[in-house]
């Protein structure tokens, strides 16, 4: 009935608007239709009106179109359908007045408008108030007529104006203005001013009713053109209005639409749905709310249509202005692409095809840059609309052209658009794309910039890309992270991919794919991704209120403002933003207007030019301005739908973590106050979705809180923190992310807390009289209350699991605290034992050695060693067992955890342990037959059973713990071990699909661990990083199952492996899973190379008993007569030799190599070479052969198979032999000229020289011919021993000349000749690359006495000249530059003189100009003297700078270790191809003005330069200051480097001293390359001990000094008594500059290590003057740094005060080692370094005696090398042995010590009292 009733209703509107003429023949019609109506329905009217009053209101509106009559009373028309609607008038009236009012006002002519405006008032008047009441009238009906029509126009007003605006048309302009006016001044004239403010609330719905109707409209394009005259129409009147009522003028009335200008009226009409935007989208939500069901499916076609429809229409009449609302249009149109299903369904089409129409308009009103910048978004959703309507292309062209066809931006896209489908064929040929992909580069580009997009769907679809992406470019990928700093985008992309594996939103879609992708790439060695930044940096910034507000704005809400609008709620992200940034820029201008005096002129001025006067504003960023400048006019209110009680905890156990932090952050949120608490409160909704807004909040909230709740608020807060951390210490795994993000919140709360009482205490010291701010310290007090609350060993056991690093960091300030508690401040003499057992509870060291073991730190477990106190058995027999566990001692650990058993038979934990000690020891076996019959220790079945390759025994172990084969239940975790037996069960059953399935499920269990390690840093995710690289090596092989090559699988899943740390600890697992594939594809070769490879890696570790098990397991997969593995016999002897059984490792060799020999035809001669090698090398060791039978094998092995390791140990044997023969000729083991001499063995000795040097030389470069891995072992010992035999023969020659002997002075010639003829010819062969690295050592050669040495280094400086001219003249600027005439001259005569007609002389000779201009200038800069205080001079301004200026740009490189250093591969390279090895060239393109001058004696400077690649690079300038010790030093570093790179031991613990560029410009000046980010350690400690209001003043130590002259008191009493009011402080300094707890670790082992390196390399050359400001640490690693080297030799033993220390090690450098002091880390890797430097005594004596040997150094009186000898022997000289001041008898007898015995002396000596307090007391010893 209702659609017949519509018609008949319809038909009777049209045939009465075309019978309008006459009222009769209308009335006629009507009561004949209305009698139809009734008679065909049989129905009264009244019933169907009540029925159906919507069909009837076309009729009801046409009605007052007929009153004609001036009284409604006897209007004939009303009368007869009031009639039949069985009604009386005035309550008809009532209920149409909308209508009949709006025709009222606009009756032509003035009066008849009155008159009937007054009739309608009377018709009305006869209704009571209460009948008047129920239409929402709320006056007496006894009004006036005039006050009674102002009141209807008041309340009637939206539908009024609405009526009027939208019958609005071009020719009727004036009139219809007229009636607007006319409404004015009805309403105006009787007083009732409210007319403004009526229409000022109204005005928002008006707009919105008139764009509504645009999706309405039949004709929508009419319908667009009829609103927007509305709206113009709306903005003149509302102008009109305001400017009447305020008498501010008239405005006036527009005969016609011309007298408007076009472009004012469509700004106008623009202006209007600005300000109603907002409300105008939230209908249209509603809309599609309306037609949308949560479960996905259409529910209303109509509304969506009309939603659609509408928003089009919006778009349509802002035109360009669309740009502003970006962020909020495309949310809404990304919503409706959600909404659109997957498969065709009712009105999909339809939609769809609508909603491509929506995003074409859209599009086109957008600038380019608009597109540009949301092209991601828009091509994602117009690739999801494919899937529905092929339409949707119309928008992918219409994004091609809006971006000007843009190549460069579209590559960035692409991935987004699939090549297989046809429907994507125009625009994939449009964009140059034919199916095929571009380079891997600029797809990696593309597809990190969708990663990066705020769009989750972009994000999703660009992770699916990437791992396609990943899978078909493997070897791209691989080879860039290979690199030792792999590319920029490859440490972005895997942050990128770390921050969206977080993901807060808990979409699997995205962080399981995040996760598959890490896997992909792999678990890259920490140390290369040290570029990714910790999110947690620990430092809370001191924001005010303003700047805080608008971080919140730039950083977080406008991200939140791109949103796409979620499909379920009522209010999504987006709007909850929009409110709180209108709410916070609300705020921002109120406070920025009641700073700034009122301005009448400023009253409509409007609030985007007003907001552009505050300083907060450009604050803003640009793109920001465009996006928030709409909400400063915005009125969003916020409606409460549930008020949640507060709860005095609000976590309870089990609780999620965004469950529990989102209602702990509303609990706090309510109690905040004061101005920062507004913003909290604004911006609350969005933080409880917002995630890392939340994190960025709360620190700021808690602190706020604290500031302003008082105790109990406080009390509140420390509970809530306690309960969880509580939950995490029982349960770590459920509460993990919660105890992370509250440790990090308490590391803010106390770096801030230090920093404002820093802060105070500066202040005091500034100023004693100042009064100290009460905030400020009321502040500090709070928080300090807060932090006070929780204790340390609770933090500590929180997070001892996910985070050990951050758990020890806890556990030692725990153990400070209770030390200080029990007044045991251990002396210095405690600290380097670090045995002090009374303070310590045996408790907190357990927790201690836990924490240690967790991280795998074995020499930090031996500080906890040295704490551990006494206790029962059974704890004393735990805390061993854990630590031989750690250390690798499993077997040793076993025997522990058995004892243990015994004695608690129910206790399971150490039967797990035990387990673990089997797996680690690869007893497999043992494991299942320990577990098979233990239900609850059924794991371990499984684990050992997939190690084992027992696939039925995986099967059953899996049934037997709930699994079904993996296919019911998820995997948490704790099942990682679990998730990979089931994986690689599938795989052998050949169920690939079910293999991923299991992997997707196993990631989802290491989830939330992950997520909670990303909160960290990478370090503390990189576990979690293996396991899905192991993940990812079984879905390879899923994936390459079916394909015949699996040789190639293994191979690839081999390299993927090389990109992990190499530590047991990383690759244990990842190997067992490539020996299980193995197993799977019955590759027992390959297997056996796994495990050699495990073999090899324990075996450098040291975790000798598990290398043994891995070389065992390598050796029975190869039983049976298969053929063994490369390396196994020889890792097998390489384990027992690292043992100490070298006997038996000879004796395998030798028996191996007589097999071999047997089968010599089946035998790879090179690894056969290698065997017999390593045999004779050990052999010669243990002196099992005789001297001739080992230099025949030597010779015999250089002949079959040379090769750079057999000719170094040849050159080495028979070097031996030479001083061996030598000292036999003088029964001494002083060779000196004097010796032989009294020895009487001349000839003996030339003979021995002239038959066995030679060779040894040519054995030496024969080595460097065949490689280069041993380059600064051969090349230098070589250059060494030429010097040294040479110079020995030189002072035989002078002996004989003085005593007159003829003949031996002439044997002594021919032996002079025959050392050179053997160099010429040894070095001939050597390549210039190779000779390149020794060109300082050359250099000096130049000014030998043998005038052959100085023909033989020419040679080979201008070979090096030659081809290396840009990095080669810095070396010789030193003679250049020479005081000395003679050097000046050699350098001319024997270098630059013979290169006159080669081809390189005239490139070499401007280069060389170039070095001599720099050189000059820098020099005069470096002398230039300037007044005492000068801070900064400029270099421009100095007359010595013009021709340095005139020269520029210098091809010479800027002389830095980057640029001077040659790293060469460990083959031999071409001379040409040595080039390409360098750096990239940076030459000098300038210097900057600006000189900084450092406040010492001499006042060096530190000049920058710029380079031609664009980088700064600075160097301190130094005259009158002999650099060339600092230079040989840094040799000498360089050369530790590679020693202690190349030692197992060291490598792993990464030893290693920092070194530096030291350039000689002259006798004595030159440049040092300046090492950025480091603090002088005095400085560090003196900013230390001010700000905690600490330490003792000079003037009161000089008055101290006085009275120990004086005699008052002792050395010893002056020391103690200072270091009683200066407590060691360096512990502090690395917990504020390292806050987040890995970067702590790692920087305070690097100080450690570094520390202990520099200790014993400085004892070793005698290395003093090392006071507090000659000690440099790097606030960015901690590494140690020292500099100024000039105090060698013991050369400080004679100093007016001997420096009686053999290094620095007081208190506050033993401090910053951590609780233990010098005992764990530092005394393991002291003895490390020592054992390093004493193996390799020959290498370290070859560098010194280079060094002591330098003709350009300083005469010595030749105590250097034997004092070194000594050292490196193990014989340590006490201080008084060595206070000599003439120092004519050199120490000589004593003990010969061990590594450990030694290093125990030299820690004695450092940290002795005694021997401090005797020291020059500016030396700081207490510093």
Request: charged letters at 25%; hydrophobic letters at 40%; a neutral charge.
């Amino acid at each position: 009935g209702d659609p017949a009733l519509g018609l008949v209703i319809a038909e009777l509107v049209l045939q009465m608007r075309h019978t309008r003429t006459g009222a009769a023949l209308t009335v006629a019609i009507c009561r004949q239709e209305l009698n139809c109506l009734e008679t065909k329905f049989g129905t009264p009217l009244a019933e169907l009106f009540k029925r159906y009053p919507m069909v009837f209101k076309p009729l009801l509106d046409e009605l007052p179109a007929y009153n004609v009559d001036r009284d409604y009373s006897s209007a004939p028309l009303l009368s007869v359908v009031a009639d039949y609607l069985d009604q009386d008038i005035p309550t008809f009236v009532v209920e149409n007045i909308p209508g009949m009012l709006s025709w009222v006002i606009r009756t032509p002519g003035e009066g008849d408008c009155v008159a009937r405006a007054h009739h309608l008032c009377e018709c009305i008047r006869e209704l009571n108030e209460k009948s008047l009441q129920q239409y929402g009238l709320n006056f007496k009906s006894s009004l006036d007529k005039t006050v009674l029509l102002a009141e209807l126009l008041l309340v009637y007003l939206q539908p009024i104006l609405v009526s009027i605006l939208l019958d609005t048309e071009g020719s009727s302009w004036s009139e219809y203005f007229k009636a607007v006016k006319r409404q004015l001044t009805f309403i105006h004239d009787t007083g009732r001013g409210q007319y403004v403010q009526a229409l000022k609330i109204k005005e928002q719905a008006i707009v919105k009713e008139i764009v509504g109707s645009t999706g309405k409209a039949p004709d929508f394009g009419k319908g667009v053109a009829r609103a927007g005259r509305a709206l113009q129409m709306l903005h003149i009147a509302v102008t009109f209005v305001k400017d009447t009522i305020d008498g501010k003028g008239k405005c006036p009335i527009p005969s016609s639409p011309s007298v408007q200008n076009d472009a004012a009226r469509s700004a106008g009409a623009k202006e209007k749905i600005k300000q109603s935007f907002f409300s105008i989208l939230d209908g249209i939500g509603e809309l599609f709310s309306t037609g949308y069901s949560a479960s996905g499916h259409f529910t209303d076609i109509q509304s969506i249509t009309l939603g659609l429809r509408t928003l089009k229409g919006v778009i349509l009449l802002l035109g360009t202005a669309t740009e502003q609302f970006t962020s909020k249009i495309t949310s809404s149109l990304n919503l409706c692409n959600l909404m659109l299903p997957v498969e065709e369904k009712t009105g999909g089409k339809e939609i769809a095809t609508l909603l491509t129409e929506t995003w074409v308009v859209y599009v086109d009103q957008l600038s380019q840059e608009v597109v540009l910048e949301n092209l991601d978004s828009f091509v994602i959703a117009a690739v999801g609309m494919t899937r529905v309507t092929e339409r949707a292309v119309d928008l992918l062209m219409q994004l091609y052209k809006k971006t000007n066809s843009s190549k460069e931006e579209w590559d960035s896209v692409r991935h987004f658009l699939p090549t297989n489908n046809e429907v994507f064929q125009p625009i994939l040929k449009a964009i140059g794309i034919p199916g095929e992909t571009e380079g891997f580069m600029g797809l990696l580009k593309g597809i990190l910039q969708g990663l990066t997009s705020l769009s989750r769907e972009c994000r999703r679809v660009s992770l699916l890309a990437l791992i396609d992406l990943l899978k078909a470019h493997r070897k791209e990928m691989l080879g860039m992270c290979e690199a030792d700093e792999p590319p920029e985008i490859i440490v972005k992309l895997v942050d990128c991919l770390l921050t969206m594996a977080r993901d807060w939103d808990n979409d699997a879609g995205i962080h399981n794919c995040a996760m598959s992708c890490l896997g992909l790439i792999g678990a890259i060695e920490p140390n290369k991704m040290s570029r990714i930044q910790s999110t947690t940096d620990g430092k809370l910034e001191d924001l005010d209120d303003e700047t805080f507000a608008v971080r919140l704005i730039n950083e977080y809400l406008l991200k939140t403002l791109q949103l796409p609008s979620s499909q379920a709620g009522r209010s999504p992200a987006h709007d909850k933003a929009a409110y709180c940034i209108q709410e916070l820029l609300k705020s921002l201008r109120e406070r920025s207007q009641r700073r700034q005096p009122h301005r009448p002129s400023e009253e409509h001025t409007s609030s985007l030019v007003e907001v552009q006067k505050y300083p907060w504003w450009q604050k803003i960023n640009e793109e920001g301005k465009k996006k928030i400048a709409a909400y400063l006019d915005t009125k969003y209110k916020i409606v409460i739908q549930q008020q949640r009680d507060a709860k005095e905890i609000e976590y309870q156990e089990g609780m999620p973590f965004r469950a529990w932090l989102k209602a702990w952050m509303v609990n706090l949120i309510s109690k905040t106050k004061g101005p920062r608490g507004i913003v909290m409160q604004n911006v609350r909704n969005v933080v409880k979705d917002d995630f890392d807004m939340a994190l960025f909040i709360l620190p700021y909230l808690v602190l706020n809180t604290c500031m302003h709740g008082g105790h109990e608020v406080i009390e509140q807060i420390s509970r809530e923190i306690c309960t969880v951390l509580s939950h995490a210490d029982v349960s770590p795994k459920d509460a993990s992310e919660h105890a992370q993000v509250l440790c990090s919140l308490l590391d803010k709360l106390a770096n801030w807390k230090n920093t404002v009482e820093g802060c105070v205490q500066l202040r005091k010291v500034a100023s004693a009289t100042s009064t100290v701010s009460a905030e400020d310290e009321g502040k500090a007090r709070n928080v300090a209350e807060l932090l006070n609350k929780v204790p340390y060993a609770l933090l500590a056991r929180a997070c001892r699991v996910t985070n050990p690093a951050r758990s020890l960091r806890y556990t030692e300030q725990h153990l400070r605290s209770v030390r200080s508690a029990n007044d045991s401040k251990p002396t210095m003499t405690q600290l380097s034992q670090a045995g002090t057992r009374s303070w310590c509870d045996p408790n907190d060291l357990q927790l201690y050695q836990e924490v240690y073991s967790r991280l795998g730190e074995r020499d930090g477990l031996l500080g906890v060693r040295h704490l551990r106190q006494q206790n029962a058995f059974e704890e004393e027999l735990q805390e061993e067992a854990v630590d031989l566990e750690t250390m690798g001692r499993w077997s040793d650990a076993m025997q522990r955890y058995e004892l243990l058993m015994q004695q608690n038979p129910a206790e399971i934990v150490y039967q797990e342990r035990m387990l673990e000690c089997l797996q680690a020891l690869g007893q497999y076996s043992t494991m299942v037959a320990t577990t098979k019959h233990r239900p609850e220790l059924r794991q371990y079945t499984a684990q050992a059973a997939w190690r084992l390759g027992d696939w039925d025994l995986v099967k059953e172990s899996l049934n037997a713990v709930g699994t079904d084969g993996g296919k019911k239940e998820g995997l948490g975790s704790n099942n990682f071990e679990k998730g990979l037996a089931m994986g690689l069960l599938a795989l052998k059953n050949g169920d690939c699909k079910g293999v991923m399935d299991i992997a997707y499920r196993t990631r989802e269990g290491l989830h939330t661990e992950l997520a909670a390690a990303c909160l960290e840093s990478y370090h503390t995710a990189y576990k979690y990083l293996v396991k899905l690289h192991a993940l990812t090596d079984i879905e390879r092989a899923a994936d390459a199952s079916l394909s015949a090559n699996r040789q190639d699988l293994i191979s690839q899943i081999k390299s993927h492996t090389q990109l992990t740390e190499q530590t047991p600890e990383t690759r244990e697992i990842l190997l067992t899973v490539r020996h299980a594939l193995c197993n799977i594809f019955k590759m027992d070769s390959e297997g056996a190379g796994t495990w050699l490879e495990l073999a090899k890696l324990c075996r450098t570790a040291g975790l000798y008993q598990m290398a043994e098990g891995a070389v065992l397991r390598a050796d029975r997969l190869v039983e049976n007569g298969k053929k063994k593995p490369h390396g196994l016999v020889l890792e097998h002897a390489k384990l027992l030799h690292a043992k100490g059984d070298t006997h038996n490792a000879v004796r395998l060799l030798v028996n191996t190599n007589a097999d071999k020999g047997r089968a010599r035809d089946n035998v790879d001669s090179a690894y056969a070479a290698k065997i017999r090698l390593k045999a004779v090398d050990w052999a010669s060791e243990i002196n099992h052969l005789p001297a001739n039978e080992v230099q025949a094998e030597y010779r015999e092995i250089s002949r079959e198979a040379p090769s750079e390791a057999v000719f170094l140990s040849l050159a080495k044997f028979m070097e031996k032999m030479l001083m061996g023969s030598r000292e036999s000729l003088t029964s001494k083991k002083d060779t000196t000229s004097s010796s032989i001499k009294r020895g009487g063995k001349y000839e003996e000795l030339m003979h021995n020289i002239e038959t066995t040097v030679p060779h040894i030389f040519k054995a030496y470069a024969d080595s460097l011919n065949q490689g280069t891995k041993h380059l600064y072992h051969a090349l230098p010992r070589l250059i060494s021993l030429y010097i040294s035999e040479i110079t020995l023969v030189g002072q035989m020659a002078q002996d004989a000349k003085n005593e007159g002997y003829t003949s031996k002075l002439a044997q002594c010639g021919n032996t002079a000749k025959t050392l050179s003829a053997a160099m010429t010819v040894a070095m001939k062969e050597i390549n210039g690359a190779t000779l390149y690295t020794s060109l300082n050592t050359l250099v000096p050669l130049l000014t030998h006495s043998n005038q052959n040495a100085v023909r033989i280094a020419g040679e080979y400086v201008r070979k090096i000249l030659k081809l290396f001219p840009e990095r080669a003249v810095w070396s010789l600027m030193v003679f250049q530059f020479s005081s000395r005439p003679e050097r000046v001259e050699v350098l001319s005569k024997e270098v630059i003189q013979p290169m006159k007609g080669s081809a390189e002389y005239t490139k070499t000779l401007s280069l060389f100009s170039q070095a001599k201009i720099a050189t000059t200038a820098i020099n005069k800069l470096a002398a230039h003297q300037v007044p005492t205080g000068t801070k900064k001079v400029n270099f421009h301004e100095m007359d010595f700078y013009r021709p340095l200026k005139k020269s520029f740009p210098l091809s010479v490189v800027v002389p830095i270790q980057s640029q001077l250093n040659l790293t060469l591969p460990n083959h031999v390279v071409s001379d040409t191809e040595a080039a390409s090895l360098f750096s990239p060239d940076e030459g000098i393109q300038s210097t900057l003005a600006e000189v900084a001058v450092m406040n010492s004696l001499q006042h060096p400077k530190k000049v920058t330069v710029l380079t031609t690649t664009g980088m700064t690079r600075s160097f301190l300038c130094k005259a009158r200051d002999e650099l060339r010790k600092d230079h040989r030093v840094m040799e000498l570093c360089h050369i530790m480097n590679l020693l202690l790179k190349k030692n197992p031991e060291t490598r792993r613990r990464q030893l290693y001293t920092r070194t530096f560029a030291v350039t000689m410009t002259g006798d004595a000046s030159g440049m040092i390359e300046w090492v950025e980010n480091v603090r002088p350690f005095r400085s560090i400690l003196d900013d230390l001990y001010t700000r905690a209001g600490k330490g003792m003043k000079p003037e009161t130590i000089r008055t101290l000094q006085k009275q120990r002259e004086a005699g008052k008191m002792t050395q010893l009493q002056m020391l103690m008594k200072i270091l009683k009011a200066t407590p060691p402080m360096m512990h502090r300094w690395f917990a504020q500059a390292f806050v987040e707890p890995t970067t702590w670790f790692r920087a305070r082992n690097t100080y450690t290590k570094s520390a202990a390196v520099w200790s014993m390399m400085g004892h070793i050359v005698g290395l003093g003057d090392r006071h507090a400001e000659n000690i440099l640490v790097d606030t960015g690693t901690g590494d140690m740094v020292h500099v100024d080297f000039a105090v060698l030799f013991d050369k400080g033993m004679s100093l007016a005060v001997p420096e009686v220390v053999r290094f620095r090690l007081t208190q506050n450098v033993v401090d910053g080692f951590g609780i233990c002091g010098v005992e764990g880390m530092f005394r393991r890797c002291a003895e490390l370094t020592m054992s390093v430097m004493r193996t390799n005594k020959d290498i370290v004596m070859s560098i010194m005696d280079q060094f002591i040997h330098d003709p350009c150094m300083e005469k010595t009186d030749g105590s250097e090398l034997p004092n070194i000898a000594r050292r490196l022997d193990g014989y340590y000289d006490e201080p008084s042995d060595l206070i000599r001041g003439s120092r004519k008898k050199r120490p000589t007898g004593g003990v010969q010590l061990g590594v450990q015995g030694q290093v125990q002396k030299l820690i004695a000596n450092t940290t002795s009292c005694d021997n401090l307090s005797v020291i020059y007391i500016w030396w700081m010893p207490w510093y």
